[in-house]
Every structure is written in C-alpha cells, then in structure tokens.
C-alpha cells in the first residue's frame, strides 16, 4: 500500500510502499479516507535520534495523527490522536491526555495514518455517525486539542469576561467556537493574517485584530513564539489563566515575580483526551462547529506540506486516501 513515511533521523518524508498492517489483539483495521496535516509533523524531521530514542520512537513510520476512515464492515470512524494505555492511574481517571504511553503514537513514532489502511487500539475509535471521514481527521487532534485548552480555561470566563485567542489558523478558530459554546465571554482573535481574522469572526469573535492590546480574563496562545508568550503573559488580569498550546518553541526569558498573573493559572501544552474527541465530534455532527479543510490528493502530500511550512493554507490540510 501507498504510505508517507519518515525514513530516518533528520532525512526529509517520503512516498513509500509497505505492505498493508495485520491488526493484532485489540486492534482494528481502519482504511483511511483522510488524515490532516498538523505543524508539529514539520519538526519530526529535524528530532534528532537520541531525543526519538529517548521518546521511544522507532524509524521508520508512517507520518498522520488525524485519521478518519471507515472499519472493515464500512462503519465510519476517526481515532482518537493521542495514544493511552487505559490501566494507569492517570488514565482510569479520565486523564488519559497525560498518559506515560502517549510519548508515542500514531504518527509520531508509529504507523500513523498517512497511508491506505492503519490499525488503532478499539478504545482509540470513534463512531462518526453521518460525519464524512474525508475531512473528520483534523477534529481528533486541532479540533480536541483547542477543546481542552478552553475546558481548561474556561473557570475564569464568567460573563462579562474577555477571552483572546492568539493565532487563529486551524486550532485557533476551533478555539474561538468552542469559546462561544461553552462560555458568555468576549472572544477576541489575534492574527497577523487579515484572512484569518476574517474566518475567525465569521465562526464567533467578537473581534479579530493583529495585535494584543488589551487585558483579558484567558488568553490562550495557540502559536507559542517568544514574543507572543511574553505578551499573553503580561495581558493576563489578577485571577486569570494563560494557556501555551502553540509549539513554536518559545520562551518566557523574565524572572516569574511580577511576570506571571497574580493568583492566576498557567497551563502549557496538554494534548486531549479521548473525551475531549468525542464530545468535538458530537459537536460537529450536531453541526454546531466549522471545520474547515483544505483538500490535497495523497501525491500532492509532500505540496501540502509546504504550504503548511509557508502558513498559506486557507484551512486545515486534508491529505485523501
């Protein structure tokens, strides 16, 4: 079968051919219908072998951690992106986000989804319902992600409230329509894009500007440069949370007395659970979200890519199997 596949450590994907996956116990065979494109595929290329190693990653395997497909009887299905055992402790708690397992997966150090067929532990799969599988991979991973990051938030946005969403490209206006979901905060977008800003208040901000300039109960940073996390930092009022979901890499260099909100919270990246999934996806099915795609054919993936790198994508990129 066709698969996109990263071959080594520090070498760039490429187009492959492997033989189809055998499930083994507890697996389910999935043929793929479309997986999404996420930025954090772009860094794989440049991890070097010890920090892989030390992640348990092995080489080579197959890139894609937003599967939708269909299971062999024509059920459709997407998997849920981060990978958890279900017995530990965190787990059996519904923190399965935080799961020791999760340091590798599908697509980050294990056959993931950018290929004819994947296999997925049962507890991983998720009915789609009328969902196309086509486009319903970037929900299990943008879509989940930017949920939990508003879940977690969301304690501080009591009405009157200002919520600002800093980024507003495929996680980010998921972000701005949870924000109007699931709370009666103000939601701000900040992009330095004006065709991201437009998006972002078609789907619920209140308003979109390039810069941050004013206080706000949350601020949620979906792109996670030094610049943009020491202003979210400094916008935070008393009593409010930041929250880090970008993985640009940045850093806060700034002594924390003064720097950090008083009696606030701060939360970095956390992924999602398998919850967190099936709750976005019974929004979008119940069509009270927009996921917004951006189609390439699977010979086109390594284009995709590109514009992905480049930030020209007008909406989440959708390789189709």
């Not at 892989?52 to 197959?62: A, D, K, S, V």
């Not at 986000?97 to 799969?125: F, H, I, K, Q, T």
């Not at 919850?275 to 917004?292: F, M, P, S, T, W």
Request: glycine share 14%.
């Amino acid at each position: 079968m066709r698969a996109y596949r990263m071959t080594g450590w520090g070498n760039p994907p490429e187009q492959c051919e492997v033989a189809e996956p055998t499930p083994g116990p507890g697996q389910m065979l999935i043929r793929v219908a479309g997986c999404g494109l996420c930025r954090s595929d772009l860094t794989m290329r440049q991890i070097p072998q010890v920090a892989g190693e030390r992640l348990g990653w092995r080489m080579p395997f197959t890139l894609g951690h937003e599967t939708a497909g269909w299971l062999t009887d024509g059920t459709p299905v997407a998997l849920v992106s981060p990978t958890s055992c279900g017995v530990c402790p965190l787990c059996v708690r519904g923190r399965d986000n935080a799961c020791p397992d999760g340091r590798a997966g599908r697509g980050y150090g294990r056959d993931g989804g950018l290929a004819e067929y994947v296999v997925a532990d049962r507890r991983s799969v998720v009915p789609l319902g009328e969902l196309d599988p086509r486009y319903a991979g970037p929900l299990t991973d943008a879509g989940a992600t930017a949920y939990h990051a508003v879940r977690r938030a969301r304690g501080h946005l009591a009405p009157g409230s200002t919520a600002v969403v800093v980024g507003a490209g495929g996680l980010g206006a998921f972000a701005v329509q949870f924000l109007r979901i699931l709370t009666a905060a103000r939601v701000v977008a900040v992009d330095v894009s004006a065709e991201r800003r437009a998006y972002a208040q078609s789907v619920g901000a209140h308003q979109a500007t390039s810069s941050l300039s004013e206080k706000a109960d949350a601020v949620l940073d979906f792109v996670g440069t030094d610049e943009t996390i020491a202003a979210g930092v400094a916008a935070v009022r008393p009593g409010g949370a930041f929250g880090l979901i970008g993985s640009a890499g940045g850093r806060l260099e700034r002594p924390w007395f003064g720097t950090l909100p008083a009696d606030g919270e701060v939360f970095t990246f956390q992924g999602s659970s398998i919850a967190d999934a099936q709750e976005v996806i019974a929004l979008a099915a119940a069509g009270l979200i927009r996921n917004q795609v951006q189609e390439f054919p699977f010979e086109k993936a390594g284009e995709a890519y590109e514009q992905l790198a480049a930030g020209t994508l007008t909406g989440r990129a959708v390789v189709l199997l």
